[in-house]
């Protein structure tokens, strides 16, 4: 079955310094990688997919399929990035768990001022 | 443009009992997911629809069971509440076809057995 690893449930960086928030996932095929942010006092929400190649916010992924690993940077923390983070994973199309997405655990970014 | 709203906010129910839990869908969405989020964990997939039918399923027992009615709102139904049910559950809803995993989420219910 597949599996999404996010190592660290906690992660502090100071305004202005990187940003590395680690996934990692466990599955053979190609799966379809998204990282979910959940603001405080706010709603679960799609921030980025691998597959749009885009930025947002600032953040971007990439994809490593020899590392199976989708590791969320951004070259420049803000204090409004403070946030819990989830890595999630969607299997192609095709099976019955089409769209189901399996999440990580999490990790709560705090940017210090 | 409405989100998608989930009601009750809180519930307290005694070990046993049954529960339904109801969501109402993003405007122009045609799926739902339900989601239970165990505390200090990541959500983990219940069960989605899709044309009132379930289309897809995750490791949960018999006693979870949904609805989706033809607005696109939906129930999901647990019987014989244990103490493990208690979590915040979680509703998304996305339009089938218009991209893998993109889902605009609910604030969800949290679920209280005792």
């Known amino acids: 079955a597949q599996r999404v690893t996010q190592p660290e449930k906690l992660l502090s960086v100071f305004k202005g310094a990187p940003v590395e928030l680690k996934c990692n996932y466990s599955?053979?095929?190609?799966?379809?990688l998204f990282w979910y942010v959940q603001y405080s006092r706010q709603r679960l929400q799609l921030l980025l997919r691998?597959?749009s190649r885009e930025s947002i916010k600032g953040f971007t992924a990439d994809l490593n399929k020899g590392e199976t690993s989708f590791h969320l940077k951004k070259p420049f923390a803000q204090e409004e990035d403070s946030a819990m983070y989830y890595c999630?994973?969607?299997?192609?199309?095709?099976?019955?768990?089409?769209?189901?997405?399996?999440f990580g655990q999490g990790t709560i970014l705090t940017v210090h001022p | 443009e409405t989100g998608v709203t989930q009601s009750p906010t809180h519930l307290i129910k005694t070990r046993g009992q049954q529960v339904t839990l109801r969501c109402s869908s993003q405007?122009?969405?045609?799926?739902v997911s339900w989601y239970q989020q165990a505390l200090g964990q990541g959500p983990q997939f219940i069960f989605q629809?899709?044309?009132?039918?379930?289309?897809g399923r995750g490791n949960f027992p018999p006693r979870f069971s949904g609805l989706q009615f033809p607005n696109y709102s939906s129930e999901l139904n647990v019987n014989a509440l244990e103490l493990d049910d208690s979590a915040l559950y979680l509703c998304?809803?996305?339009?089938?076809?218009?991209?893998?995993?993109?889902?605009?989420f609910g604030s969800g219910t949290r679920l209280t057995v005792v």
């Open positions: 629809y899709y044309r009132e039918e379930e289309n």
């Open positions: 999630a994973l969607s299997l192609p199309a095709g099976g019955t768990s089409y769209g189901k997405l399996t």
């Open positions: 599955y053979s095929g190609s799966p379809e």
């Open positions: 998304a809803s996305s339009l089938y076809g218009g991209g893998v995993g993109v889902y605009t």
């Open positions: 405007s122009g969405h045609n799926t």
């Open positions: 691998h597959i």
